[in-house]
């Protein structure tokens, strides 16, 4: 989708490391330096930018692997360790299986003690050498169909539980397809621990499902990794690779790209939530899917009993109001306590009166931290929204922008400007979205001023740049510079606040109102 | 037709000779029997009683499990066993995807919870039996048990 994202740019190198369980990939070090928009940049006020590394300190180091690389590769593995062990391929890659793909384990337990690992990983005893093949043997009788016919060919792996081929067929399509199984595909016979190997199912199955069973094996591998994930995109056949552990998550917002064009978090694999840390993303879907609407409507419609702080809605009636829960009787205009009110029933005026400012007081409080979750909950959900509508105004432009291409003459090439400006649009709401969310479980600190700062002058230029969607079509032609550089200090204020707000929680700087773990 | 072909010939071998305490009560068709089973040896929990298993099976058959479940009605109580719902569902890895094997048969199964019964000393359901009862609207085939218990 998007070439022009350069800070999030893949290094996409073949001879991976994807296997090496042991190469720490740090996170400090390996993307080439970006080149980013610092040169073109418009000018203004140098924060940090003189003194900041060529690498942003939220980027993280990862690779993309289509399914055939990670098929290559592991079947170079197998290819490895089948000439260390002396095991056929297929016996290996079953072994290598069981251990998750750890080398260096399954060979010094090979080495130790080959025939525990050979029944766990279930081989039985060392392979013989005569490959598996379909023999017709007199007298059979297929102990699943109960078909006696001497003249069926039959199968069995080494364990000698023999069955005839259309059976053993059934069984491995039923485990294929129905089930999704590829790994631990086992002997049908019953108790038999026997694991079918690749050789084995090549002979008996068709190609729609031994194409199923290497989908399955591969996914697997993927999963078995912990460096190894699936971009979660619809129909996306990719996946990333990057060191980044679980236990970094504290410190690290890891954003991966995939080749699709999708960008996600390679902890959560959620969308790109940058700056806040998965941990607060967590809590924060939950709390807005818990409290969110309820919230809103509470704030709108009730007040707190000024005695015992019952919620309450009043749905009709007078002011003259008791509480159910305490008995108290309140001023629903005031909140002053009702015995005070005098003559001046039903007619509340004496605003100034203490009991009710007391009680108003009391109230206020409760509903702070009300109102202070709206307040970054109706920002974050402002800027969900708006680039959904960014999105809709950009794909109505693009077709008036092909009719002028048409008029005007202008090229593809020169139109390209507003593809740029929406992707940047999109990617800078997106951040701007999750800084309300860190900043709604952010303490203040020293370091919460600059933060605030951030995202206060990347606001400004978002919205300055999604204002000029708005013009109409035929003005836009002549803002094509201004449209250009506005696009570039968008991108050049992200980069700014996710250095600083990556920076910041890698050393720890950040002060939280909630626990992280 | 996989499955008719094999249940053809059970019920042949079925119809000539069974174990004892085993019996077939229906056979109609090849997606539902009924069979009858009683424990042979002296076990208290279980003397007098006659238990009745309604066997279901999918066209896969045998590649994939029947479903057996004892069912109750006046001269058929559900037996009490620590692996039997009291709503006759039975916890077995024999009847799960992972525990089965193409090989067993209706027989097999009427065996294995024979001896499942015989060996147990417990009047006891199954933890969590009432809300399980209760609330649980699957099908035995779509729950997946965790066997934590190879005792009985």
Redesign the interface.
């Known amino acids: 989708m998007d070439s022009d994202d350069d800070f999030n740019s893949s290094q996409m190198s073949d001879e991976d490391i994807m296997g090496d369980q042991d190469s720490d990939v740090s996170v400090e070090d390996g993307l080439p330096p970006a080149q980013s928009m610092d040169q073109d940049d418009v000018g203004f006020e140098s924060q940090d930018k003189d003194i900041m590394p060529s690498k942003h300190a939220f980027d993280v180091d990862f690779t993309v692997y289509s399914p055939q690389q990670i098929q290559a590769y592991q079947d170079k593995q197998i290819e490895d360790v089948s000439s260390i062990l002396g095991q056929p391929p297929e016996a290996t890659a079953i072994l290598l299986r069981h251990l998750r793909w750890n080398k260096e384990r399954l060979i010094d337990q090979y080495m130790e003690k080959t025939e525990d690992i050979l029944e766990s990983a279930g081989l039985g005893e060392t392979a013989q050498t005569h490959p598996p093949r379909l023999e017709k043997v007199a007298g059979f009788v297929c102990d699943i169909c109960c078909e006696d016919d001497a003249n069926q060919d039959t199968f069995a792996m080494k364990c000698e539980h023999r069955f005839c081929v259309d059976c053993y067929k059934q069984y491995l399509s039923t485990k294929i397809k129905d089930e999704g199984e590829a790994a631990r595909i086992r002997c049908p016979g019953d108790g038999c621990n026997r694991v079918v190997d690749s050789k084995s199912l090549d002979l008996l199955v068709g190609e729609d499902i031994k194409d199923r069973y290497q989908v399955l094996l591969t996914r697997t591998y993927v999963d078995d990794k912990e460096n190894l994930r699936w971009c979660p995109a619809p129909n996306c056949i990719y996946a990333l690779q990057c060191g980044v552990k679980d236990k970094d998550l504290l410190q690290i917002v890891p954003t991966v790209h995939c080749e699709c064009g999708h960008d996600f978090c390679f902890g959560c694999s959620l969308n790109d939530h940058q700056p806040a840390p998965c941990a607060l993303v967590k809590k924060w879907l939950k709390k807005c899917e818990d409290d969110s609407e309820t919230a809103n409507w509470i704030s709108a419609n009730t007040k707190e009993c000024p005695k015992c702080n019952s919620t309450i809605e009043k749905n009709g009636g007078c002011n003259h109001m008791t509480c159910r829960k305490c008995r108290n009787e309140f001023c629903w205009m005031c909140m002053g306590v009702w015995s005070e009110h005098g003559t001046s029933w039903y007619n509340c005026n004496r605003f100034e009166e203490k009991s009710g400012t007391e009680a108003r007081d009391a109230q206020a409080k409760s509903r702070q931290s009300l109102e202070r979750y709206l307040h970054y909950y109706n920002r974050y959900a402002n800027h969900e929204q708006s680039a959904k509508l960014d999105k809709d105004i950009y794909l109505k432009t693009e077709k008036k922008m092909t009719a002028l291409q048409t008029t005007t003459g202008m090229s593809w090439i020169e139109v390209q400007f507003l593809d740029a400006a929406s992707q940047a649009l999109q990617q800078c709401r997106q951040t701007l979205k999750w800084t309300y969310a860190f900043a709604y479980y952010l303490a203040r600190n020293n370091a919460t001023e600059i933060f605030e700062d951030n995202q206060k002058d990347l606001e400004m230029a978002v919205e300055n740049l999604s204002e000029m969607f708005e013009k109409p079509i035929d003005q836009l032609q002549g803002l094509k510079v201004e449209m250009l550089d506005k696009t570039a200090y968008c991108t050049k204020r992200r980069i700014i606040l996710l250095d600083d707000t990556a920076e910041n929680l890698k050393s720890g700087n950040w002060e939280f109102n909630v626990s992280l773990s | 037709m996989?499955a008719s072909?094999?249940l053809g010939?059970?019920l042949s071998k079925l119809q000539q000779n069974l174990p004892p305490g085993i019996t077939l009560v229906e056979a109609e068709n090849f997606s539902e029997w009924t069979m009858d089973i009683r424990v042979v040896d002296e076990n208290p929990l279980y003397a007098g009683e006659i238990y009745r298993l309604k066997f279901s099976f999918s066209t896969?058959y045998?590649?994939?499990p029947p479903e057996v479940v004892f069912t109750q009605d006046d001269a058929h109580p559900i037996p009490w066993h620590p692996h039997i719902y009291s709503n006759g569902i039975i916890c077995l890895d024999l009847l799960d995807?992972q525990g089965w094997?193409?090989?067993?048969n209706v027989e097999s199964i009427c065996i294995s919870l024979q001896s499942m019964l015989t060996s147990n000393t417990k009047k006891e359901r199954p933890p969590g039996d009432e809300d399980f009862v209760r609330y649980n609207k699957q099908r035995p085939r779509d729950i997946s048990f965790v066997f934590h218990d190879n005792q009985v």
Not at chain 2, 101 to 104: E, L, N
Request: aromatic residues 8%; proline residues 14%.
């Open positions: 996989f072909k094999r010939k059970e896969s045998p590649i994939e995807r094997s193409p090989v067993h």
